[in-house]
Each structure stands twice: as C-alpha cells, then as structure tokens.
T-cell receptor, first 112, second 112 residues
Framework: DQQVKQNSPSLSVQEGRISILNCDYT??????FLWYKKYPAEGPTFLIS?????DKNEDGRFTVFLNKSAKHLSLHIVPSQPGDSAVYFC???????????FGTGTSLTVIP | ETGVTQSPTHLIKTRGQQVTLRCSSQ?????VSWYQQALGQGPQFIFQ???????GRGNFPPRFSGLQFPNYSSELNVNALELDDSALYLC???????????FGSGTRLTVV
C-alpha cells in the first residue's frame, strides 16, 4: 500500500520558470515531510523539510507547501535552473515512527 | 565531518548466494537505516539500528538481516539471493529522528 504518492513521473520546465512538484499522502498520522533530490549514481540528498505545525517552509529558491486537510504537499522551485534537473522524492514520517515512506519520484528536466 | 559511506558501490551475485553490504555512519550519528530502491520506485524501508539493536523493520523477509557495531557502522546481510533482490541499497544515518537524516550513495546489487 503506497502511503506517499507522486503521480507525475516526469516534468519539463524552461529555465527561469517555476517548477511545481506534487506529492499526496494517505496517512493522517504523518507529521514530518521531506523532499530529496537524487542525481544518477548518487544517493538522495536532503533538500527541504516541513513539519505539520507549519504550512510553508522556504529555503532560497525552494519552498515547500503543506495542505494537511488535503493531505498534499508541493515543492516550488523558483527560478528553475538546469542544475535542478534530477529525480525528486517526497518522504513522510510519523512522530513515533522510525522510517520514512517515500513516493516513487518525479524526474524534473529544466530546459536551458 | 565525513558523510555516510557505503561499500561496495556495485556488486554482482548469483541467485542463491549471500551478500554483505557495509555502511559507515556520519560522524555524530548513532542510528542507521537501510532502504531498498528498486528501479523506478522510491526507497522502501528495510530496518533501522539504534545502539546496536534493531529498532523497527519494514516488510522484508528474515533472510534480510543486519548488524550495528559499537562505532555505529552497520552491515546489511541478504541470504539466498533472489533475482528480485536486484536494487540500489541505501543506508541513511541520523541522530534525531528526521533531523540530519543523511543518505549514502548506495550499493547497486545485481542478482543474476
């Protein structure tokens, strides 16, 4: 049972425009969420996180939005750069949990 | 500060064999988690070790086992390898849950 879903396997965006990556979850007990970026032949690299007490967290060009009622989070990248081209995973965890549940990833391509 | 290192980077094994994968945790981290990432999927939690004890397990059979050593490094052992065990195996170390959760680059296991 996939508790975290990323329904868009791929996304292409022009350089300088906004990239929006979406993630849905089913478990209402999830209270901590992460976005990871993964380049080929490398492990996932932490990008940004958000806890359920917030609805927005910003770090430079990256902003994560959390809509708890809709069980939805999104990652906004503004402006998008070619170096952002990678696979992005969202992951979720519970306050008592010891594991992260990952989505299947969205492959972002930023076109120069 | 060293990151999470995994060895080997690539491995080819024959069905029925046994394999041991190794992970050195990041300095200051005492918890190690192992994930399996099949092609086109997100990482799936195998188990976590904290203070040399298993601290949670995902939906993996007993032929997947692990160890954590006093220096917090860890091993993942898989017995009776099956073709479906072919995947990228990721190790992540952390101190507090979800904080500074850092992945290694992974070991690519191919079972033939």
């Amino acid at each position: 049972d996939q508790q975290v879903k990323q329904n868009s396997p791929s996304l292409s965006v022009q350089e300088g425009r906004i990239s929006i990556l979406n993630c849905d979850y089913t478990n209402s007990m999830f209270d901590y969420f992460l976005w990871y970026k993964k380049y080929p032949a490398e492990g996932p690299t932490f990008l940004i996180s958000i806890s359920s007490i917030k609805d927005k967290n910003e770090d430079g060009r990256f902003t994560v939005f959390l809509n708890k009622s809709a069980k939805h989070l999104s990652l906004h990248i503004v402006p998008s750069q070619p170096g952002d081209s990678a696979v992005y995973f969202c992951a979720a965890s519970t306050v008592t949990g010891n594991q992260f549940y990952f989505g299947t990833g969205t492959s972002l391509t930023v076109i120069p | 500060e060293t990151g999470v290192t995994q060895s080997p980077t690539h491995l080819i094994k024959t069905r029925g064999q046994q394999v041991t994968l190794r992970c050195s945790s990041q300095s200051g981290h005492n918890t190690v988690s192992w994930y399996q990432q099949a092609l086109g999927q997100g990482p799936q939690f195998i188990f976590q070790y904290y203070r040399e004890e298993e601290n949670g397990r995902g939906n993996f059979p007993p032929r997947f086992s692990g160890l954590q050593f006093p220096n917090y490094s860890s091993e993942l052992n898989v017995n009776a390898l099956e073709l479906d065990d072919s995947a990228l195996y990721l190790c992540a170390s952390s101190n507090n849950r979800g904080q500074d959760y850092t992945f290694g680059s992974g070991t690519r296991l191919t079972v033939v």
